[in-house]
């Protein structure tokens, strides 16, 4: 079956813009994850999705991030106000809820480049 | 100091040799042990978890967990051209806590 999807795939901005990143995950997994991959860093979290649960915002960095997973699915991370510190790899990640939050499945993830 | 350390690498190494992997963590809180497999410009991919202490063999992989001292391990043999990746290592806790915790990945090339 399909996987993770994110687009889009490459995005780059100039500093001070708006961008939006999308991630369609697998169809029926209830918790959608958010990560940051700076070049040469592990994975950094960013936000956690379950169900119509209200999310984990913990790990976002700053209150320019914000993100909203609409009719349980499909979900949106906005940047506002891009910063060169912002260029990253973001992935999103899903898991179903038979399983626990060590089965995630991860999309290709979106390089952003803030120029 | 970071939750989770993993030795960068790069580390390059004939095809057929056994690879090890490691990292080590602080965290006491973490029972779920994972490590990932990411070619280049492509997500992450789940190898192998591990719960709690022990060893899990899947294959030509191998990953051990060592509670007590905090250190987890993943052995590859017979390594293949195409397990050339970075590898990840990632742990969580239990309960409400889901997000996984990364370590910074190791770089491996395994030569033809």
């Known amino acids: 079956g399909a996987g993770v999807s994110q687009s889009p795939s490459n995005k780059v901005t100039e500093k001070g813009k708006d961008v939006e990143l999308r991630c369609d995950p697998i169809?029926?997994?209830?918790?959608l994850y958010w990560y940051r991959q700076s070049l040469g860093q592990g994975l950094e979290f960013l936000i956690y999705?379950?169900?119509?649960?209200?999310?984990?915002k913990s790990g976002l960095p700053s209150d320019r991030f914000s993100a909203e997973r609409t009719g349980g699915s499909v979900s949106t991370l906005t940047i506002q106000r891009t910063q060169q510190e912002d260029s990253a790899v973001y992935l999103c990640?899903?898991?179903?809820?038979?399983?626990?939050?060590?089965?995630?499945?991860f999309g290709p993830g979106t390089r952003l480049t803030v120029t | 100091q970071k939750e989770v350390e993993q030795d960068p690498g790069p580390l390059s190494v004939p095809e057929g040799a056994i690879v090890s992997l490691n990292c080590t963590y602080s965290?006491?809180?973490?029972?779920?042990f994972m490590w990932y497999r990411q070619y280049s410009r492509k997500g992450p991919e789940l190898l192998m978890y591990?719960?709690?202490?022990g060893n899990k063999e899947d294959g030509r992989f191998t990953a051990q967990v060592d509670k007590s001292s905090k250190y987890i391990s993943l052995f590859i043999r017979d390594s293949q051209p195409s397990d050339s990746a970075t590898y990840l290592c990632?742990?969580?806790?239990?309960?409400?806590?889901?997000?996984?915790?990364f370590g910074s990945g190791t770089q491996l090339t395994v030569l033809p």
């Open positions: 999705f379950q169900g119509n649960s209200a999310p984990d």
């Open positions: 591990t719960y709690s202490s």
């Open positions: 965290n006491s809180a973490f029972q779920y």
């Open positions: 169809s029926g997994h209830t918790a």
């Open positions: 990640a899903s898991s179903s809820p038979g399983t626990g939050a060590y089965e995630q499945y």
């Open positions: 990632a742990m969580s806790g239990t309960g409400s806590a889901r997000q996984l915790t």
